[in-house]
């Protein structure tokens, strides 16, 4: 069965404070995709990667930084958090081609205060 | 650049009742569409996608889309829904964008299903 795990269910940071995400899949997919998810606003990308230590900003970046040094994990990094990043973060992973199925994790819901 | 519209943010139905969830898409080309579904506090699963062939495609849980051109749709269907199909659904469209794979997301559609 195919999985995606994230480290995280919940978390609470303060302000300021550096935070990883993390996220491992054991499909063997090239793509992988951190998205977060607020009421009203659907699913937004924050980034992917394509292949080991690649990386393409998506469509809301501003604030985070990613990592990929293994085919199987993608990190997300909130360098200084604040409390606009409070949200649920999914990361997600899928096969090369566009019009294969991504696969999700769980979510991870980060609370800044 | 893609787009899609999911004009209802919350529906409600009886259990039993027929479903129809709306899918608008804009893109240029033949897109590639998918129907996600999270079920509370889980991350989303695959219902059903279609990028070529039939435009009717039958999915999991008893779902079906259907893919229509001129209207630039992609509306999801259930004849009779169950209780545990409450839950919140997306609608995507995916393409190539500078080789890589784009995956764009509905806002969702948060179903209600009461007794």
């Known amino acids: 069965d195919v999985k995606v795990t994230q480290s995280s269910r919940y978390l609470v940071k303060r302000t300021g404070e550096k935070v990883f995400l993390e996220c491992v899949q054991d499909?063997?997919?090239?793509?992988m995709f951190w998205y977060r998810q607020d009421p009203g606003l659907g699913l937004r990308l924050i980034y992917f990667?394509?292949?080991?230590?690649?990386?393409e900003k998506g469509d809301i970046p501003e604030g985070y930084s990613v990592s990929r040094e293994k085919k199987e994990r993608f990190s997300l990094i909130l360098e200084s958090a604040s409390t606009n990043q409070t949200s649920m973060y999914l990361c997600?992973?899928?096969?090369?081609?566009?019009?294969?199925?991504?696969?999700f994790g769980p979510g991870t819901r980060l609370l800044v205060l | 650049a893609q787009s899609v519209t999911q004009p209802d943010i919350h529906i409600t139905v009886s259990e039993g009742a027929s479903l129809e969830l709306r899918c608008n898409y804009s893109?240029?080309?033949?897109?590639?569409l998918f129907w996600y579904v999270q079920s509370p506090g889980q991350g989303l699963q695959l219902l059903l996608k279609?990028?070529?062939?039939?435009?009717l495609v039958q999915g999991i849980k008893g779902f079906e889309a259907e893919f229509k051109r001129s209207q630039s749709s992609f509306n999801l269907r259930k004849p009779s829904v169950h209780w545990s199909d409450a839950a919140e659904y997306f609608c995507?469209?995916?393409?190539?964008?500078?080789?890589?794979?784009?995956?764009?997301f509905g806002t969702g559609t948060k179903l209600q299903v009461i007794p």
């Open positions: 990667s394509y292949d080991v230590k690649m990386k």
């Open positions: 997600a992973s899928s096969p090369r081609t566009v019009q294969e199925t991504q696969y």
């Open positions: 893109y240029g080309a033949t897109p590639y």
């Open positions: 995507a469209v995916g393409a190539r964008s500078g080789g890589y794979q784009k995956v764009t």
């Open positions: 499909m063997d997919h090239e793509n």
């Open positions: 279609y990028f070529s062939g039939d435009t």
